[in-house]
């Protein structure tokens, strides 16, 4: 199985804060990754796609970057509403795996 | 506009049977593969598995494979998650979600089934 490691698990940001969260995939996964962000009590929802590809109706402040085995997803100014956590997952092979989540937090 | 739309809330005992659902509309069910996915309390995703409602191909995680049944009707648009003897770890909240395109990748979500075993 492909091994998906998020960084950090939990971040405290403060309102137009920039914010970056890290994924590492454990092998070359090419473009084959996806974000997602779940707000407390609510099932998630697909913001990136094939890495780089902004889903539609997601807010165009969320961004996502990278290829092989590391990844990005940015956050270019954190707005009250994404309080959330953001997982990362891979789709380049069976079995499908989510990274651990970023919880963040609003300072 | 595409809904997937998921059973109830279930509490169980130990050792009982289960079957939870999971209704697609607003697309043609046949042409997108459903997933599950579980939450345990307070944790992370868990991909478990996957079905192509046309012809019924499963691939499952090798953590799943052999603690539960993937199935679906494509008749009446409706995948199912089953679990033929419980165990209290099965505590979790289970959502279905819809493949994007010709991906596996999971797309649109339902709303989860929060599935409580207990004694």
């Known amino acids: 199985d492909i091994q998906m490691t998020q960084s950090p698990s939990t971040l405290s940001a403060s309102i137009g804060d920039r914010v970056t969260i890290t994924c590492r995939a454990s092998?070359?996964?090419?473009?084959?990754l996806a974000w997602y962000q779940q707000k407390p009590g609510k099932a998630p929802k697909l913001l990136i796609y094939?890495?780089?590809s902004l889903e539609s109706g997601a807010p165009s402040r969320f961004s996502g970057s990278g290829s092989g085995t590391e990844f990005t997803l940015t956050i270019s100014s954190l707005q009250p509403d994404d309080l959330a956590t953001y997982y990362c997952?891979?789709?380049?092979?069976?079995?499908?795996?989510f990274g651990g989540g970023t919880k963040v937090e609003i300072k | 506009e595409v809904q997937l739309v998921q059973s109830g809330a279930e509490v169980k005992k130990p050792g009982e049977s289960l079957k939870i659902s999971c209704k697609g509309s607003?697309?043609?069910?046949?042409?997108?593969?459903i997933a599950w996915v579980r939450q345990m309390p307070g944790k992370g995703l868990e991909w478990m598995g996957i079905?192509?409602?046309?012809?019924?191909?499963?691939i499952y995680s090798p953590s799943f494979q052999g603690q539960v049944t993937i199935s679906a009707d494509k008749s009446i648009s409706t995948a199912y998650l089953q679990w033929s003897s419980l165990k209290a770890s099965d505590t979790a909240m289970y959502y279905c979600?819809?493949?994007?395109?010709?991906?596996?990748?999971?797309?649109?979500w339902g709303q989860g089934t929060l599935v409580t075993v207990s004694s």
């Open positions: 979600a819809r493949s994007y395109e010709d991906t596996a990748m999971v797309h649109y």
């Open positions: 607003g697309y043609t069910f046949s042409n997108y593969w």
């Open positions: 079905i192509h409602p046309g012809d019924s191909d499963t």
């Open positions: 092998q070359s996964i090419s473009s084959w």
């Open positions: 094939k890495a780089s």
């Open positions: 997952q891979q789709y380049n092979s069976y079995p499908l795996t």
